[in-house]
């Protein structure tokens, strides 16, 4: 029997304003277990972010990577400021276990942002 419980982690970055389509979101508490920063920006139909998650799914049109989500929670409060604006970024994960307690399979199941207050 393979029962299913859902996990959240939560990422911090920092988001700076480059030009008007191009961002710079210095991630905190990166997957890689250190800070790690990316360039996300507007192509003329879509948003595209340097990190490693986008380029597995660039193929798809309306793929946000966390780094995009901090820029749409970022920008609204951002303007054209040079200090940068931090940002909280919820993962909610579906991971399954089979009968012994082993994860069976992780599989990330939406994304719930929420603000963080600088």
């Not at 990190?51 to 929670?73: T, W």
């Not at 909280?88 to 207050?117: D, H, I, S």
Request: proline share 3%; glycine share 6%; hydrophobic share 35%.
């Amino acid at each position: 029997m393979i029962a299913t419980e859902y996990k959240e982690k939560k990422f911090t970055m920092v988001v700076y304003r480059i030009n008007e389509a191009e961002f710079s979101v210095l991630s905190l508490n990166s997957t890689f277990g250190k800070p790690k920063q990316y360039v996300v920006k507007w192509i003329g139909y879509k948003w595209i972010c340097s990190c490693p998650d986008y380029a597995k799914h660039s193929e798809e049109i309306d793929y946000a990577c966390k780094h995009i989500e901090a820029v749409f929670k970022a920008v609204r409060k951002i303007g054209w400021s040079r200090d940068g604006i931090e940002v909280e970024v919820v993962r909610r994960y579906k991971q399954k276990f089979n009968g012994n307690g082993r994860n069976a399979e992780a599989v990330k199941e939406e994304t719930t942002p929420t603000e963080v207050a600088a």
